[in-house]
């Protein structure tokens, strides 16, 4: 048996997504940096992240497939009141009134249609947003922690859609994989085909919707003007020192 055939399924759609993966990875954490500075483009975020998962969590419920079952491996995958709760600590209680933005709008056309036509490829969106929201997720979580601006509410807040307490992380990753590639192999050549080509459609989908996320051009006008008023204080200081020494 050749080395192509005993690659797992999972190894060879990392390789085949490993461009557009990168390019969203680079964009996620462009965006999602100025959040350490403005929660409300944090909140963004999760808004419309959270509408691609509960419509996951959702169909779930609604398809009732062995395989989609199977992917959630763990109760603590649902996240989708997780997102709730942070969603209302950031945006408020109106949180559900705020509009989709287009680029979501059409996300969420894109998995109707799917679960209509072809639901087993709604299980690329669950392999790799959980798997993001297990890896990428908890990272930018850490810098939040460790970076972010915080007010006294803040402090004892803890964001719980990125909190998996009490949980190996790693191990459920390794469980998350394996469940996948236990699906995989019982798809078709031609499924595992049009599977992997999903994949790489998730990462462009994704990247649309972060896009679409309000209020950080302002953040970065704000951080480029702060950056500036000190440079100016800095240089000041330093012509006053020549001036006078």
Avoid: C
């Avoid at 390794?174 to 499924?191: D, G, L, Q």
């Amino acid at each position: 048996m050749s080395a192509a055939n005993t690659e797992l399924f999972t190894t060879r759609m990392r390789k085949a997504t490993r461009k557009i993966h990168s390019v969203s990875d680079a964009l996620v954490n462009a965006k999602f940096a100025i959040s350490l500075t403005d929660e409300t483009v944090w909140g963004g975020g999760l808004f419309v992240f959270y509408h691609i998962f509960a419509f996951l969590e959702d169909a779930k419920q609604r398809l009732n497939m062995a395989d989609f079952d199977k992917l959630f491996v763990d109760k603590v995958l649902f996240r989708k009141h997780a997102f709730e709760e942070d969603l209302k600590h950031y945006l408020g209680e109106d949180w559900q009134a705020i509009p989709k933005s287009a680029a979501l709008e059409n996300y969420l056309q894109h998995l109707h249609d799917l679960e209509r036509d072809n639901p087993q490829l709604l299980m690329a969106y669950v392999y790799h947003l959980y798997l993001g929201l297990l890896s990428g997720g908890q990272i930018l979580a850490r810098k939040r922690k460790m970076f972010g601006d915080k007010t006294p509410q803040d402090e004892t807040y803890v964001d719980k859609v990125t909190d998996f307490s009490d949980v190996d992380i790693g191990k459920l990753k390794n469980n998350f994989r394996a469940a996948m590639n236990s699906i995989a192999e019982h798809m078709t050549v031609e499924e595992q085909e049009a599977f992997i080509e999903e994949s790489n459609q998730v990462f462009l989908m994704n990247n649309l919707i972060v896009n679409s996320v309000a209020g950080q051009n302002q953040v970065l006008y704000n951080l480029f003007y702060k950056t500036s008023a000190v440079a100016l204080f800095i240089v000041g200081i330093i012509l006053a020192y020549k001036l006078h020494k």
